[in-house]
């Protein structure tokens, strides 16, 4: 297992280890996947919003919450579509 991005980490340890142990849990069910994947989408749409406003997510300048979501939109189309098999948002950088 290899990844520097924490949700990642967390779905490889949800089944990396089942050959070799009894699984109770399954923290990431199929049938819930795209339930997540609405509501990331229904997220999306309104920092797409905000953003189509505004240069900055909560004010008039750059924040904490700039900070945070900026690596996440911006890997959003080229990493996160691909791990989801979704076409991406837009186009490709």
């Known amino acids: 297992m290899v990844s520097n991005d924490p949700a990642h980490i967390l779905l490889m340890l949800n089944s990396s280890f089942d050959k070799w142990a009894e699984r109770k849990e399954d923290f ?7 339930e997540g994947f609405d509501g990331l989408q229904s997220a999306l749409a309104v920092v797409e919003k905000q953003l ?3 240069p900055y ?18 890997r959003f189309d080229v990493i996160y579509h691909d791990l989801m098999l979704r076409v991406p948002r837009g186009p490709m950088l």
């Open 57 to 74: 997510l909560c004010v008039e300048r750059l924040t904490l919450a700039d900070l945070r979501a900026f690596p996440h939109l911006f």
């Open 28 to 34: 990431y069910p199929v049938d819930l996947q795209e």
């Open 52 to 54: 189509a406003s505004s």
